[in-house]
């Protein structure tokens, strides 16, 4: 039974509230994308994602507690589920913000993503790139774009502008679809990609976007920039 409590090991469960695909499910070194609320056995929230961008992080290298990295292979593309995790696969003895020492913690997540298996978003090339120079993580990439609202209303174009945008790939730079997007495209490739809203503005109003609003985007990459991963600065 896919949405039966699930008995982890050392006080942790997994409880689903609604399915995932049943067949994209994370491992070690996959790079997921979540929305998370964490909560107080007594029910009092300490920390959401859902007011905003969704987490991303590199499953399996201590970037987040214990128990998410245990907890989080269990769970296919699209599911939701209440994670417990006992004091000794979180915090253990020590406070960490609101949380007090000592506290078991409760996580209502959904992963959103695996990797670069998000739902709903989509990239349609219109012309190809060279097919070698993919952006990696903290490379500096150059692009034109163009940006719609859902009703095909142009909000911004760097064409017009006459100045291409510059970031850094997959350092929460930009909104998380585009991150989700320039590294599956290669230099010299111009693509639309549409945007599902919680990988845009989510439910913030952002300028001229209103919440919760799918975007569409035309994009071309210019260039990368290798960037040393282990660098935080581009000059290092």
């Known amino acids: 039974d896919r949405m039966a409590l699930q008995n982890l090991g050392?006080?942790?469960?997994?409880r689903p509230l609604v399915p995932g695909d049943g067949e994209t499910f994370p491992a070690a070194e996959s790079y997921v994308f979540v929305h998370y609320t964490g909560s107080l056995e007594d029910g009092t929230v300490f920390d959401t994602s859902r007011a905003g961008n969704p987490f991303s992080f590199t499953l399996g290298r201590g970037r987040v507690i214990r128990g998410w990295d245990l907890a989080l292979p269990h769970m296919s593309l699209g599911e939701?589920?209440?994670?417990?995790?006992p004091n000794s696969m979180?915090?253990?003895?020590?406070?960490?913000?609101?949380?007090p020492a000592?506290?078991?913690?409760?996580?209502?997540?959904?992963?959103?993503?695996?990797?670069?298996?998000?739902?709903?978003?989509?990239?349609?090339?219109?012309?190809p790139g060279d097919n070698k120079t993919f952006p990696k993580a903290r490379d500096r990439v150059t692009i034109h774009f163009r940006a719609y609202l859902p009703d095909g209303t142009k909000f911004d174009d760097t064409w017009e502008r006459g100045r291409a945008y510059e970031f850094s790939a997959r350092?929460?730079?930009?909104?998380?679809?585009?991150d989700l997007a320039v590294i599956q495209m290669s230099v010299g490739e111009r693509a639309r990609v549409?945007?599902?809203?919680?990988?845009?503005?989510?439910?913030?109003?952002?300028?001229?976007?209103p919440p919760d609003s799918d975007l569409d985007f035309e994009i071309e990459?210019?260039?990368?920039?290798?960037?040393?991963?282990?660098?935080m600065i581009d000059n290092c």
Request: aromatic share 4%; net charge positive.
């Open 194 to 209: 549409h945007v599902p809203c919680v990988f845009a503005g989510g439910h913030k109003q952002m300028g001229p976007v």
């Open 102 to 127: 000592g506290a078991d913690l409760n996580f209502d997540i959904e992963l959103l993503a695996v990797d670069t298996a998000a739902a709903n978003l989509t990239i349609v090339t219109q012309r």
């Open 10 to 14: 050392g006080g942790l469960t997994l």
């Open 80 to 85: 939701r589920a209440v994670i417990h995790i």
């Open 171 to 178: 350092i929460g730079q930009v909104i998380m679809g585009w």
């Open 221 to 231: 990459l210019l260039a990368v920039k290798r960037i040393d991963s282990h660098c």
């Open 90 to 99: 979180a915090y253990a003895d020590r406070a960490h913000g609101k949380v």
